[in-house]
């Protein structure tokens, strides 16, 4: 059983244009969520995280929208770069348990110069 | 403080031959995790562990071990390689700020 669903599974955006990749969770225990980035022969590095107690967190160029309600979440890349381009994972963890990650399948990310 | 450091990068086994991955980290995390990566698929929990002297299993343990004798090391092992395990494997640790991953080891199973 997939937990979080992610799309789209790939995405190609123009240099300055707007990334938007969104999730969507089924565990209403989960209580945190993370997007990890991660390029080719590296091991993923957390982006950005966010706690349901809030509906957006930005940093940067980077932003998450959560909406609670929906069990969503999605992340926004603003005036996107050749450098942003990767694949991007969004996961979710609960707080009862061992902090393990669920993860989504990925976004593999093209920014277009 | 180098994070969390996986040995070896690359390998390559046969059907049937036994190796062990290393994994350490040197920040006292006491929550480590290993996942496989396989391509264009999200990263699927094996093992993980809350503390030296406890593991438990994942999402997908078949054809695999752990031990975690100490804070800092979390070693996993396959016994009898197989085609399946051909993936990337990566090691990870948790702290307040999140989780962070090693550099992973491409294994291919021949």
């Known amino acids: 059983q997939q937990q979080v669903k992610q799309s789209p599974q790939s995405l190609i955006v123009q240099k300055g244009g707007i990334s938007i990749i969104n999730c969507a969770y089924e565990n209403t225990a989960f209580d945190y969520f993370p997007w990890y980035q991660q390029f080719p022969g590296k091991g993923p590095a957390l982006l950005i995280a966010i706690r349901p107690d809030v509906s957006e967190k930005k940093e940067g160029r980077f932003t998450i929208s959560f909406n609670k309600s929906a069990k969503q979440f999605s992340l926004h890349i603003m005036d996107s770069q050749p450098g942003d381009s990767a694949t991007y994972f969004c996961?979710?963890?609960?707080?009862?348990?061992?902090?393990?990650?669920?993860f989504g399948s990925g976004t593999q990310l093209t920014v277009l110069p | 403080n180098a994070g969390v450091t996986q040995t070896p990068k690359f390998r390559i086994l046969k059907i049937g031959q036994s190796m062990t991955l290393q994994c350490t980290q040197d920040m006292n995390h006491n929550y480590m995790y290993w996942y496989r990566q396989d391509p264009g698929m999200g990263l699927k929990l094996i093992y993980y562990?809350?503390?030296?002297?406890?593991?438990d299993k994942g999402e997908v343990p078949n054809g695999y071990n752990v031990s975690r004798s100490t804070t800092e090391d979390f070693p996993l092992r396959l016994e009898l390689a197989a085609p399946s395990q051909t993936s990337v494997y990566f090691c990870?640790?948790?702290?307040?700020?999140?989780?962070?991953f090693g550099q992973g080891t491409r294994l291919t199973v021949v």
């Open positions: 562990s809350v503390g030296a002297g406890i593991t």
């Open positions: 996961a979710a963890t609960g707080s009862g348990s061992a902090r393990q990650l669920t």
């Open positions: 990870a640790s948790t702290v307040r700020q999140g989780t962070f």
